[in-house]
């Protein structure tokens, strides 16, 4: 079974400070992804890496930046948290589509809450 | 722009009951449509992934079809249990998507009564 974690369920900050969600998975995906979920708006890619140290915006990138030096880790980063990223932040992973094993699939973390104050 | 739909928004059934759940989408030109369970504060659990050229996925008591034409997939989940209340998410990856960036619709969420 394709297996997505997340560092933290619940993660609480206070606004200004540089906050570290990190996400791993163990199925040699080359596609990760990461969203945010709110009420009302659904969800919203903020970022994607479809490769060791690649990465492509998404949807709503203003305000968050990612790292990937592995390929079964993905980060992502608040450089500086505010009141308004506070939200339910969801990590993905799939097989990249040139894979003839590819269906592209996405499988998903357990999210992470984080409040900031 | 590809907009993804799901209505209704809410749905309550009894116990035992069919459960019909519908996604509308905007533009026909998809890859594949994936359906999503999801529990409240927790992620996304992948229920069924339909490629484009499938009419029809099963899975237990689930059944996924796709109408690429008219831009519709419908999720049926037979005898409903309360168990399986939760919010069910569409998404899509469009043709065109080189990285299968998905999607999504706002979601149905049900509440099966016992």
């Known amino acids: 079974d394709v297996k997505v974690t997340q560092s933290s369920r619940y993660l609480v900050k206070r606004t200004g400070e540089k906050v570290f969600l990190e996400c791993v998975q163990d199925?040699?995906?080359?596609?990760m992804f990461w969203y945010r979920q709110d009420p009302g708006l659904g969800l919203r890619l903020i970022y994607f890496?479809?490769?060791?140290?690649?990465?492509e915006k998404g949807d709503i990138p203003e305000g968050y930046s990612v790292s990937r030096e592995k390929k079964e880790r993905f980060s992502l980063i608040l450089e500086s948290a505010s009141t308004n990223q506070t939200s339910m932040y969801l990590c993905?992973?799939?097989?990249?589509?040139?894979?003839?094993?590819?269906?592209?699939?996405?499988?998903f973390g357990p999210g992470t809450r984080l409040t900031v104050t | 722009k590809q907009e993804v739909t799901q209505i209704p928004a809410a749905l309550s059934v009894p116990e035992g009951e069919n459960l019909v759940l519908n996604c509308s989408f905007t533009?026909?030109?998809?890859?594949?449509l994936q359906w999503f369970r999801q529990d409240p504060g927790k992620g996304l659990t992948s229920l069924l992934l339909?490629?484009?050229?499938?009419r029809e996925q099963t899975s237990g008591r689930l059944n996924a079809s796709l109408d690429k034409s008219s831009g519709r997939s419908t999720l049926y989940i037979a005898a409903s249990q309360p168990g399986d209340s939760a919010t069910y998410l569409c998404?899509?990856?469009?043709?065109?998507?080189?990285?299968?960036?998905?999607?999504f619709g706002a979601g149905t969420q049900v509440v099966v009564t016992p």
């Open positions: 533009d026909s030109a998809i890859y594949n």
């Open positions: 998404a899509v990856v469009e043709a065109t998507d080189s990285w299968g960036k998905l999607q």
């Open positions: 339909i490629q484009s050229s499938q």
């Open positions: 199925m040699d995906h080359e596609n």
């Open positions: 890496s479809y490769d060791v140290k690649m990465k």
């Open positions: 993905a992973s799939s097989l990249l589509g040139t894979s003839q094993r590819s269906s592209y699939e996405q499988y």
